[in-house]
């Protein structure tokens, strides 16, 4: 009995340790994503300034966008907490990035797979070794692999 | 046993009850459910890692990494089910071994095994999908249901 004592007491404190999060790492993360220095020959003004709207928003905490002449991708990762919301805070964010490029077609996702692929697009435009006609071709194929269902 | 068939019992086999009851070993209730909980946690830790492989080293979504990690785990679950590992699992953790998907990798190889000296035809043919095949059934069914009930609320209820 006294062992599941000891156990049950364990097991809150990594509870409780576990829900205090970290804010300052966050912060940092948040004010690293907005920085934009990539050599591309595409303008890359909307991805910007989608970043700096998402920013406003608490639950996220990091943010890749790319964008071409004609459609604008983002991806973010959330707290963990939002993830139970994740389907409502989605819908919310595509109007609302919708709303401010009327012009482009806009691609949100909060999908892993889809953050990173446009991570790794991100460094290739930072060393400046793609061409327009790559860039779309790389961004078509995240928005497919986006669009895939199970 | 239900307290209405209890009396209806003679008043020796009432007693017996009392008896037997006084002398039974107490299930660890609470331990159990422990167990259960820290071994089907550790099942789902280990399944999110592959899920987690697959989006990093392969061409999967969150989306539709679900399906190769089920796949794996119910592989692995077949090995170990074959090398007499999992039954030890199942003993410690009960039904935190059972409820993830390793458990129906489990029934069905368990079945298997148990049905091989049946012959191949009708001992593993027909006895494989003997504990997994309820699984399947009734899945496949409350699935149907789920997917009725919200087609109605989605079309006709307007949302």
Same mark, same amino acid.
């Given at each position: 009995m006294q062992r599941i004592i000891v156990i049950i007491i364990a097991g809150m404190f990594f509870l409780l340790f576990g829900?205090? !999060?970290? !804010?300052s790492k966050e912060q940092q993360a948040k004010q690293d994503s907005t920085i934009d220095n990539s050599n591309s020959q595409i303008d890359q003004e909307p991805s910007i300034k989608a970043k700096k709207t998402l920013n @406003?928003? @608490?639950?996220?905490t990091e943010i890749r966008s790319v964008n071409n002449t004609k459609t604008l991708v983002v991806a973010v990762k959330v707290n963990h907490d939002e993830r139970f919301t994740l389907k409502s805070l989605e819908k919310k964010m595509t109007k609302k990035l919708k709303d401010e490029f009327p012009k482009l077609d806009v691609e949100f996702s909060t999908d892993l797979k889809i953050f990173l692929e446009l991570d790794k697009l991100k460094k290739k435009m930072q060393t400046g070794s793609l061409t327009e006609k790559e860039l779309n071709k790389e961004l078509d194929k995240i928005i497919k692999l986006s669009k895939k269902q199970t | 046993m239900a307290d209405k068939k209890k009396k209806n019992l003679p008043p020796n086999a009432q007693e017996y009850q009392a008896f037997q009851q006084q002398r039974e070993v107490k299930r660890p209730l609470l331990k159990n459910c422990l167990k259960a909980f820290f071994v089907g946690g550790l099942i789902c830790l280990i399944g999110q890692l592959i899920s987690t492989f697959y989006i990093y080293y392969f061409n999967f979504t969150e989306q539709t990494a679900g399906n190769p990690t089920t796949a794996t785990l119910i592989f692995l679950t077949m090995l170990l089910t074959g090398f007499g590992v999992y039954d030890r699992i199942g003993q410690f953790g009960g039904a935190g071994s059972a409820v993830p998907v390793t458990g129906f990798g489990n029934a069905v190889i368990s079945a298997a095994i148990e049905h091989k000296t049946e012959g191949f035809i009708l001992g593993v043919g027909g006895n494989?999908?003997?504990?997994a095949g309820p699984v399947i059934v009734y899945g496949v069914f409350s699935a149907f249901i789920v997917a009725l009930i919200k087609t109605i609320i989605i079309e006709w209820g307007g949302f």
């Open positions: 829900c205090g !999060t970290d !804010t @406003e928003h @608490e639950g996220i | 494989i999908f003997k504990v």
